[in-house]
């Protein structure tokens, strides 16, 4: 990360805050201390194994951040969906997406972002035999991301998919090839393959990934999962036809 940055744009996931807290709080430190402004994207999985509570020790890494800054966030699998608004709760300087839509002005620059939890191919075991609804939840979510590629864009728009999953299995090389199909979705990256609109992915959970980083369609698909990057991730958003300048 270069010295001296206005505006920096970040992204992460995989805290599963307390476990890697403490190395990840040093990264935002460091961040904050080279930069005024900062946005920041989190793909999920703030906390371990649903211990909401662990959620208000991010809080605490973001509050003590010396530069002003943003957070948009999606919960990741182990955000449990039963403990979600106090995770929320817990974080109220995230701004929190859940299969939503934002449309955020960033240092005059348009950036329109879908946030989920994301899709699987398949449900894992554990998922069939506890969450058999998961199967109609992840059915609508690949219609909601259908219908956010075929939004209209605004001109010098940039458009941001964040999402937990995998939309990919390009970025699952180093994970398990069998557990593919439970870890991301190459039906998701069939929209994104075939979308006109979607500039940057952003996505985690793939702690083992060798991959971080790859194309998919017209669209950069970054894999931000702290234990594969052991860092945050700098991005530099590109609109197709127009670069947004933030840095």
């Not at 990840?24 to 005024?36: D, N, T, V």
């Not at 994207?41 to 509570?53: P, Q």
């Not at 069939?190 to 083992?208: F, W, Y």
């Amino acid at each position: 990360m270069s010295e001296g940055r206005d505006f920096l744009i970040l992204a992460t996931s995989d805290v599963h805050s307390p476990v890697y807290l403490k190395v990840w709080s040093r990264a935002l430190e460091e961040a904050c201390s080279k930069s005024s402004r900062i946005l920041l994207f989190i793909a999920g999985d703030l906390v371990n194994r649903g211990k909401a509570h662990a959620a208000s020790l991010v809080e605490d890494c973001i509050r003590r951040c010396k530069a002003e800054i943003k957070v948009v966030g999606v919960f990741g699998n182990d955000d449990f969906e039963e403990v979600r608004d106090e995770i929320a709760a817990n974080t109220p300087s995230i701004e929190w997406l859940d299969d939503e839509i934002k449309m955020l002005e960033w240092n005059g620059a348009l950036v329109r972002v879908y946030g989920t939890t994301g899709v699987l191919d398949e449900l894992t075991s554990w998922q069939s035999k506890n969450m058999p609804w998961l199967k109609k939840k992840f059915e609508a979510r690949l219609k909601a991301l259908e219908e956010f590629s075929r939004i209209e864009k605004e001109p010098g728009e940039c458009r941001v998919l964040l999402s937990h999953y995998p939309p990919t299995y390009k970025t699952l090389v180093g994970e398990p090839r069998f557990a593919w199909p439970q870890m991301g979705s190459q039906r998701a990256e069939m929209i994104i393959e075939r979308s006109r609109t979607i500039d940057l992915v952003i996505h985690g959970h793939a702690h083992k990934s060798k991959v971080l980083e790859t194309q998919v369609g017209g669209a950069r698909v970054l894999n931000v999962a702290f234990p594969a990057v052991n860092g945050l991730v700098e991005v530099s958003l590109k609109a197709r036809r127009r670069l947004l300048e933030y840095m």
